[in-house]
Nanobody
Framework: RCSWWSLGGGSVQPGGSLGLSCAAS????????GRWYRQAPGKERELVAS???????NYADSAKGRFTVYLDSRKNTLYLQMNNLEPEDTAVYYC???????????????WGDGTLVTVSS
């Protein structure tokens, strides 16, 4: 089932920027909480940023001041804008969504396919 689509990823030089997005049809589910995770080879998966439908956003210390998470409720799309990227940001990034539980058939959360972000010169 493909109800949670992701776009983005790529390779940039240090100091560059990338934008990631994940979208779901409103017929599938409505995003209540959106999250971005990342995992580098040999490292533990970490939460990068999260945002609620209300608009409350939280960031990992490593992302503060550089990354922005945004949830467009009208488009039911989750975004992550990454600026001033550093080599240590290189990882596979995953979107995650907690849906509004308007239907008991909905899963507790949905994961998108990972997209690779590579930051190197």
């Amino acid at each position: 089932r493909c109800s949670w689509w992701s776009l983005g990823g790529g390779s940039v030089q240090p100091g560059g920027s990338l934008g990631l997005s994940c979208a779901a049809s409103r017929n599938a589910f409505i995003i209540d909480v959106g999250r971005w995770y990342r995992q580098a080879p040999g490292k533990e998966r970490e939460l990068v940023a999260s945002i609620t439908l209300r608009g409350d956003a939280n960031y990992a210390d490593s992302a503060k001041g550089r990354f922005t998470v945004y949830l467009d409720s009208r488009k039911n799309t989750l975004y992550l804008q990454m600026n001033n990227l550093e080599p240590e940001d290189t990882a596979v990034y995953y979107c995650n969504a907690v849906p509004l539980r308007v239907d008991s058939r909905l899963a507790p959360e949905y994961w998108g396919d990972g997209t690779l972000v590579t930051v190197s010169s």
